[in-house]
């Protein structure tokens, strides 16, 4: 890909106490899931007829899918609008990207009944074109392919010089054909995640009478759409921070300050899309009802969206690591993560339904062991491959 920079494995020791914990919290939950597969939806969580969905997907793959729109915000940003200064990120994000949604093909084969036949959206004589549903499976699965695929030059760049001479020469020919044509997998890849990021907002579209006042909009697609791209930078500027810290190196602030200072326009932009579809339904009312949706929503808004937006209009602020890494964090848990939790569960409420779903502590240890995998195979594949800078200085 273009906007390449020189990159190399990091020399840190892999196997940490941190990773050690990890293993062990991605153990548990793989217990768990493997225990659901045998056992069913109903041994394991709390969900019924009423609540169909619940923490697997408000967490695992809604807000799983948000916070990977890093991978597609920062491709733009580099080889679309050639703000070449950025390269530096590209990897990372990318390597989050698609780690991201490979979680989320994973959570999702947990959370269907008939987990066996997730296969069938391959098969043309199953699709179904009039399904909002099959759209989001489709395109998540072409955007997964993708990111596979524009991780070939990574494999190529560390592997060429260092295999034997026919595997070598294999190497040498794919790098050179997708450094001709990766152009057309990055609009690609940019182009799927705009669709079905806004398509998961539209899941809920069909549910107006099941859903609270604060949430229901026709907008919900558009809110969906840009929630996520405003999300794409706080989470390549969290990933990043937390990766130093964790790799024992300097945040690079020099390249993640002039990042920050793109968020208030795509913060700011959902901000008043979120206030003036507010106005026009005249919801704001529900806000101060005292109820569990009026606290989350308040919770949402100014937690998740305001302060954060507040934070990172001050060039002082996007120049501190703390602010910065805490802006972000702010606006990717409160803003998006609660945001998309909301919508699929506390906003939800069939008429028909004996009480509240909660999620059981066995949904909650899945979630936590596929957030644990993802963290050791990020080490992994940093250990690994040529993702972060080489020149990188030392904390």
Same mark, same amino acid.
């Given at each position: 890909?273009?906007?390449?920079?020189?990159?190399? +494995?990091?020399?840190?020791?892999?196997?940490?106490?941190?990773?050690?914990?990890?293993?062990?919290?991605?153990?548990?939950?793989?217990?768990?899931?493997?225990?659901?597969?045998?056992?069913?939806? $109903?041994?394991?969580?709390?969900?019924?007829?009423?609540?169909?969905?619940?923490?697997?997907?408000?967490?695992?793959?809604?807000?799983?899918?948000?916070?990977?729109?890093?991978?597609?915000?920062?491709?733009?940003?580099?080889?679309?609008?050639?703000?070449?200064?950025?390269?530096?990120?590209?990897?990372?994000?990318? !390597?989050?990207?698609? !780690?991201?949604?490979?979680?989320?093909?994973?959570?999702?084969?947990?959370?269907?009944?008939?987990?066996?036949?997730?296969?069938?959206?391959?098969?043309?004589?199953?699709?179904?074109?009039?399904?909002?549903?099959?759209?989001?499976?489709?395109?998540? /699965?072409?955007?997964?392919?993708?990111?596979?695929?524009? =991780?070939? @030059?990574?494999?190529?760049?560390?592997?060429?010089?260092?295999?034997?001479?026919?595997?070598?020469?294999?190497?040498?020919?794919?790098?050179?054909?997708?450094?001709?044509? /990766?152009?057309?997998?990055?609009?690609?890849?940019?182009?799927?995640?705009?669709?079905?990021?806004?398509?998961? %907002?539209?899941?809920?579209?069909?549910? @107006?009478?099941?859903?609270?006042?604060?949430?229901?909009?026709?907008?919900?697609?558009?809110?969906?759409?840009?929630?996520?791209?405003?999300?794409?930078? +706080?989470?390549?500027?969290?990933?990043? /921070?937390?990766?130093?810290?964790? !790799?024992?190196?300097?945040?690079?602030?020099?390249?993640?300050?002039?990042?920050?200072?793109?968020?208030?326009?795509?913060?700011?932009?959902?901000?008043? /899309?979120?206030?003036?579809?507010?106005?026009?339904?005249?919801?704001? %009312?529900?806000?101060?009802?005292?109820?569990?949706?009026?606290?989350? &929503?308040?919770?949402?808004?100014?937690? %998740?969206?305001?302060?954060?937006?507040?934070?990172?209009?001050?060039?002082?602020?996007?120049?501190?690591?703390?602010?910065?890494?805490?802006?972000?964090?702010?606006?990717?848990? =409160? %803003?998006?993560?609660?945001?998309?939790?909301?919508? &699929?569960?506390?906003?939800?409420? +069939?008429?028909?339904?004996?009480?509240?779903?909660? @999620?059981?502590?066995?949904?909650?240890?899945?979630?936590?062991?596929?957030?644990?995998?993802?963290?050791?195979?990020?080490?992994?594949?940093?250990?690994? &491959? +040529?993702?972060?800078?080489?020149?990188?200085?030392? $904390?």
């Amino acid at each position: 890909m273009s906007g390449h920079v020189e990159a190399a +494995p990091v020399e840190n020791k892999f196997l940490t106490p941190g990773v050690k914990v990890l293993f062990l919290l991605f153990g548990v939950g793989i217990v768990v899931a493997i225990y659901r597969i045998f056992a069913g939806l $109903a041994a394991v969580t709390n969900l019924t007829n009423q609540y169909p969905w619940g923490l697997w997907i408000g967490v695992d793959v809604s807000s799983g899918v948000a916070l990977a729109a890093g991978g597609f915000t920062t491709a733009a940003l580099i080889h679309i609008f050639w703000r070449e200064k950025y390269a530096v990120l590209g990897r990372p994000a990318h !390597l989050t990207a698609m !780690l991201g949604y490979t979680f989320v093909a994973i959570g999702l084969l947990f959370d269907l009944g008939r987990w066996y036949n997730i296969w069938h959206p391959l098969l043309p004589s199953m699709w179904q074109g009039n399904s909002v549903l099959f759209e989001v499976g489709m395109c998540v /699965m072409l955007y997964l392919t993708v990111l596979y695929i524009e =991780f070939i @030059p990574v494999v190529t760049e560390r592997f060429i010089g260092r295999s034997p001479k026919w595997i070598d020469a294999i190497l040498r020919f794919f790098d050179k054909i997708f450094s001709k044509i /990766m152009w057309i997998f990055i609009i690609l890849g940019v182009v799927l995640s705009c669709l079905h990021q806004s398509s998961l %907002g539209n899941l809920m579209v069909i549910a @107006p009478y099941k859903m609270h006042p604060l949430w229901y909009t026709p907008l919900l697609p558009l809110l969906f759409l840009v929630s996520a791209i405003a999300v794409g930078f +706080p989470m390549v500027i969290f990933e990043s /921070m937390w990766a130093s810290r964790s !790799l024992g190196r300097k945040p690079e602030i020099d390249v993640l300050a002039p990042l920050a200072r793109m968020i208030p326009v795509t913060l700011g932009l959902y901000l008043i /899309m979120k206030i003036v579809d507010l106005t026009i339904r005249q919801a704001w %009312g529900y806000m101060f009802e005292g109820s569990l949706q009026s606290t989350m &929503f308040i919770i949402e808004f100014f937690v %998740g969206i305001v302060i954060p937006l507040v934070i990172l209009l001050f060039e002082k602020a996007r120049r501190s690591a703390k602010m910065l890494f805490w802006a972000s964090f702010l606006y990717i848990f =409160f %803003g998006v993560l609660i945001n998309r939790v909301n919508v &699929f569960f506390i906003a939800y409420k +069939p008429q028909y339904a004996v009480k509240q779903y909660v @999620p059981s502590i066995w949904e909650f240890l899945v979630t936590i062991g596929l957030i644990s995998a993802l963290a050791i195979l990020y080490r992994a594949f940093v250990t690994i &491959f +040529p993702i972060l800078p080489a020149h990188q200085e030392k $904390a």
